[in-house]
């Protein structure tokens, strides 16, 4: 399928903003996905953004999606240590889920 | 409700051996997933089954079989284990029909080690 890219690991001190960054590369994407992983853990669903949005705000958490570079980036606001997850960002391919190969936030005291 | 169960939590195998593995559904929803996770690798999607009575390859299929049983439930079968196999298994299923309905759900995984 198509590309979906991310960095692979971030770190933050509590208390801090978190930005976690993707890319993908399927222009006709209609929704963008952020999931998350705890250890031991299934995917859950965070949010997600439909094409024609250009931000959507939940919370402590910011989606900004620049459809022209497809480029997609969810923003943790007063980052926890609770929020020390993998963070997935996915597209749809057309009849499943594209996954990037996941962002490790590490939150540090 | 329980969304998407998923059993065994846990299993260990010889190389060789075969197992099914389980994922139930009670959302009624149309499409079911089997992705496997894999360090460094992300999320690789094995078989998808778009409907009851329909099921089609994924990204990574070899080595795998799977039946669409009925709308609930969707089973990954290994007919003889490889230790390329030991990997996290997920399933995960969407309810379809629109755009509005792409969020995918997932179960808790199956962990699967083969020796």
């Known amino acids: 399928g198509e590309d979906v890219e991310q960095s692979l690991f971030l770190s933050v001190r509590e208390g801090d903003s978190s930005v976690i960054n993707c890319t993908y590369t399927d222009s006709s994407s209609t929704y963008l996905y952020w999931y998350k992983q705890e250890p031991g853990a299934g995917l859950q669903l965070l949010t997600y953004i439909f094409s024609n949005m250009d931000m959507k705000q939940d919370q402590r958490l910011t989606v900004l999606l620049n459809k022209k570079d497809k480029h997609l980036s969810l923003r943790i606001a007063d980052t926890q240590t609770g929020d020390s997850a993998i963070y997935f960002c996915?597209?749809?391919?057309?009849?499943?889920?594209?996954f990037g190969k996941g962002t490790s936030l590490l939150v540090t005291p | 409700n329980a969304g998407v169960t998923q059993t065994p939590k846990f299993q260990v195998l010889k190389t060789g051996q075969s197992m099914t593995l389980q994922c139930a559904q009670d959302m009624n929803h149309n499409s079911m997933y089997w992705y496997r996770q894999d360090p460094g690798m992300g999320l690789r999607l094995i078989y998808y089954?778009?409907?009851?009575?329909?099921?089609d390859k994924g990204e990574v299929p070899n080595g795998y079989n799977v039946s669409r049983l009925n709308k609930r439930e969707f089973s990954l079968r290994l007919e003889s284990a490889a230790p390329s196999q030991t990997s996290v298994y997920f399933c995960?299923?969407?309810?379809?029909?629109?755009?509005?309905?792409?969020?995918?759900?997932f179960g808790p995984g199956t962990r699967l080690t083969v020796l």
């Open positions: 089954s778009a409907s009851e009575g329909t099921t």
């Open positions: 996915a597209d749809y391919s057309g009849y499943a889920l594209n």
């Open positions: 995960a299923s969407r309810a379809g029909g629109g755009l509005a309905a792409n969020t995918q759900y």
